[in-house]
């Protein structure tokens, strides 16, 4: 087969949706194993709902993505000419006709209908063009055929057809038309989208088959040109198995980007909505997804969008990083100041940080880095869990609080007597350990039970990274003062 040409055609309303993502990936890996070119079309003819900064957004997204298109981005907007010539063309050819029914009136005459849609009364009125809408005379017999890769046949009966709108009473045209035309400009020879457009598949065809026989060639029409073929995409769906809905669901890749998620970890679950890796394995590398990826693969039962078993992955991503690679990549949420400051992305929710950016030591972090890689399931994680070593005092959490102090009666006195060993034993996480455990072995307590008071007095919650290891990190000075503040809290005194 010759390389194929395959595209995203987004409208830039809002954004850029996990879906698109997932129609997109599709599309890249397709291109990718086939050598074929992957574009990017911006749908812009609606210009009341689209905005410039979200065709950044697309932009940005698919970047970040790692699927920077090989064409584009093109715009509709900026082919509008060629639309009206498509509309001239079928409009002489006798394809077009131009009728000024109301939304009302069509549905007070077909009410009582048993086909829905448009009842073509406006057929054979004979009405001027201008200022008119232009509807596409469908055939009264017979039917489209599409032959879809992941569907299989589906047929389209004309019958059931109605004569759909091509251009607007102001002259405008329409998505259907404009898609149409693009992609025989483009030659495109797949398309690859979301099911919800499997309905314009035959008014494509129409449209396009309709070009073919107008005209007199040398535009691009007037000629016998291959159809795409076509690849229509499961649904995505939510918990309760619904549509994902911008409303009510995480839809926004750039939600994801700014929690933390890796965009190879994102890449590699929206690769599973709808498609399954060879041999059964879901945490596959790029090359493994471009080689394995095949249209005829696809399922098309609706792909459940499950953000937990998203998270998990991402955290086995995360695992992988090497330290460094780990300290570097969460800097937009430990150092959002300094890393916007040279330039780079950072997320909106790390601003400001829980610490004042001035008590943020580097190297310091890089210590508690690796026990931080091994907990967190995203990046945006990482601030809260050592926040306590950047504040000049803990957050103390009410909960924990309660929880590990108020309502443990033996938690004063264990504080007491960790903070009287703690004065001058070795000052390394497996020393203090060791001298935790007997301190709780002394006040009739498991480790776990022994270390609780103290992880809430130093960092002020019941969870975090390893506690000894903490301790070590943040140095015997702060912990002791912790401690004592903690014990004057409890209303225990002085030491
Ligand atoms: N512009 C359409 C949309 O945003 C996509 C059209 C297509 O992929 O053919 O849903």
């Given at each position: ?5 395959v595209r995203i055609a987004p409208s830039p309303?809002?954004f850029f949706h996990v879906g698109t993502g997932r129609t997109a990936l599709f599309n890249w890996l397709f291109a990718r ?5 992957f574009i990017l079309r911006i749908e ?14 697309i932009?940005?997204a698919l970047?970040?993505l790692?699927m920077?298109p090989?064409?584009g ?75 879809d890769l992941v ?28 898609n149409?035309?693009?992609d025989?400009?483009?030659?495109i020879?797949h398309v690859i989208r979301g099911e919800e457009l499997l309905?314009s598949a ?26 795409p073929?076509w690849a229509h995409l499961p649904n995505l ?6 549509k994902l ?6 839809v926004a890749v ?12 994102l890449r590699?679950y929206l690769a599973l909505l709808g498609w ?17 990826f095949?249209l005829?693969?696809v399922n098309h039962?609706p792909a459940?969008f ?190």
């Amino acid at each position: 087969m010759a390389p194929p040409r395959v595209r995203i055609a987004p409208s830039p309303t809002g954004f850029f949706h996990v879906g698109t993502g997932r129609t997109a990936l599709f599309n890249w890996l397709f291109a990718r194993h086939h050598g074929g070119a992957f574009i990017l079309r911006i749908e812009d003819t609606d210009t009341e709902r689209n905005r410039e900064e979200w065709v950044q957004g697309i932009v940005t997204a698919l970047e970040w993505l790692g699927m920077t298109p090989d064409e584009g981005p093109y715009r509709q907007s900026e082919r509008t000419e060629r639309y009206h010539f498509a509309l001239d063309t079928l409009w002489d050819a006798g394809q077009l006709y131009a009728c000024d029914c109301t939304r009302d009136a069509v549905l007070e005459r077909t009410k009582s209908s048993s086909t829905p849609g448009y009842d073509g009364y406006c057929r054979d009125r004979g009405l001027a063009r201008a200022g008119n809408a232009l509807r596409f005379r469908t055939p009264d017999e017979g039917e489209t055929v599409v032959e879809d890769l992941v569907r299989g046949i589906v047929t389209f009966r004309h019958e059931t057809m109605e004569d759909f709108v091509v251009a607007r009473s102001n002259g405008e045209p329409l998505f259907v038309l404009a898609n149409c035309v693009d992609d025989r400009d483009m030659q495109i020879t797949h398309v690859i989208r979301g099911e919800e457009l499997l309905p314009s598949a035959p008014k494509g065809i129409l449209i396009w088959r309709a070009l073919d026989a107008a005209g007199e060639g040398g535009a691009g029409w007037g000629q016998r040109t291959p159809l795409p073929g076509w690849a229509h995409l499961p649904n995505l769906v939510n918990e309760q198995r619904k549509k994902l809905s911008k409303r009510r669901d995480a839809v926004a890749v750039e939600l994801y980007r700014d929690q933390g998620y890796l965009p190879e970890a994102l890449r590699n679950y929206l690769a599973l909505l709808g498609w399954s890796p060879p041999g059964g394995e879901e945490k596959v590398s790029v090359e493994t997804m471009i080689a394995a990826f095949a249209l005829e693969d696809v399922n098309h039962s609706p792909a459940f969008f499950d953000v937990k078993k998203l998270a998990h992955m991402n955290g086995e991503y995360i695992r992988e990083l090497s330290a460094a690679a780990f300290v570097e990549r969460v800097r937009p949420w430990t150092e959002p100041a300094a890393v916007r400051a040279a330039g780079g992305w950072v997320p909106q929710s790390a601003t400001p940080t829980p610490w004042p950016p001035e008590r943020f030591d580097a190297a310091t972090f890089e210590r508690l880095a690796p026990l931080v890689q091994e907990r967190v399931a995203v990046l945006g994680e990482a601030p809260g869990m050592v926040d306590f070593v950047f504040l000049a005092e803990p957050a103390i959490d009410e909960a924990s609080w309660e929880k590990a102090i108020e309502r443990d009666e033996g938690a004063v006195a264990l504080l007491r007597a960790a903070l009287h060993e703690y004065r001058d034993c070795d000052w390394r996480a497996e020393a203090i350990r060791e001298v935790t455990v007997a301190v709780g072995e002394a006040a009739g307590r498991k480790l776990a039970k022994a270390q609780a008071p103290v992880r809430v007095a130093v960092t002020g919650r019941t969870v975090g990274p390893p506690l000894f290891e903490s301790l070590e990190v943040l140095g015997r000075t702060v912990v002791l003062q912790r401690i004592e503040a903690a014990i004057a809290r409890a209303g225990g005194g002085g030491t």
